[in-house]
């Protein structure tokens, strides 16, 4: 039996007209979501993956967060996107100063970053930098599965390197 192109409904995301075995085929246009330190274009988001440009703005961060689900692979594709990785292992309410210690990554065009579920990160551009963009590529990405960490500040940690 042989598996034909149907027409689907687009939807808010996937702007997707085609679909085969049930999967969004064919032309995207993304959605544009507007952060406080930059802005996402969502290309794709599906039960089996997601796909996202993202372009943090000279001397932003994103929230310093985590996700129970999320699998990502971050590929840069213009400027050096600074990674920050928390050490969880040491956080604990009664010292949240434990929860400084961490490790930066700089991570530059062409290359990539893989950030497992459960790993609180924060992503940061430079003040060298007009703007870092890079593609994201995950599991599907939900809201709910995103969990920042708010007791720490707006902002906690912003990389020494990055400051003005």
């Known amino acids: 039996m042989m598996n034909t192109l149907t027409q689907s409904s687009p939807d808010h995301v996937e702007h ?5 075995k049930g999967t969004p ?3 995207t246009k993304p ?3 507007n952060k406080t330190w930059g802005h996402e274009l969502v290309h794709i988001n599906t039960p089996r993956y ?7 703005n000279r001397g932003q961060t994103t929230s310093c967060h985590f996700h129970i689900n999320k699998h990502e692979t971050m590929v840069v594709t213009e400027g ?7 050490n969880t292992s040491l ?17 530059y065009a062409g290359d990539s970053f893989v950030i497992a579920p459960g790993m609180v990160h924060q992503l ?6 007009q703007y870092v ?5 995950s599991t599907f990405s939900e809201d709910i599965d995103s969990h920042r960490i708010y007791a720490l500040g707006k902002n906690p940690y912003v990389a020494p390197r990055i400051s003005p």
């Open 91 to 107: 956080f604990s309410e009664e010292s949240k100063s434990l929860f400084r210690q961490y490790e930066d990554f700089d991570v």
């Open 133 to 137: 963009k890079f593609i994201e590529c």
């Open 50 to 56: 997601c796909c996202k440009t993202l372009h943090i």
């Open 31 to 33: 959605l544009t979501i």
């Open 124 to 129: 940061m551009c430079s003040w060298e930098d």
């Open 16 to 20: 997707t007209t085609l679909e085969f």
């Open 80 to 86: 050096i996107l600074y990674v920050r990785l928390y």
């Open 25 to 27: 085929v064919g032309y």
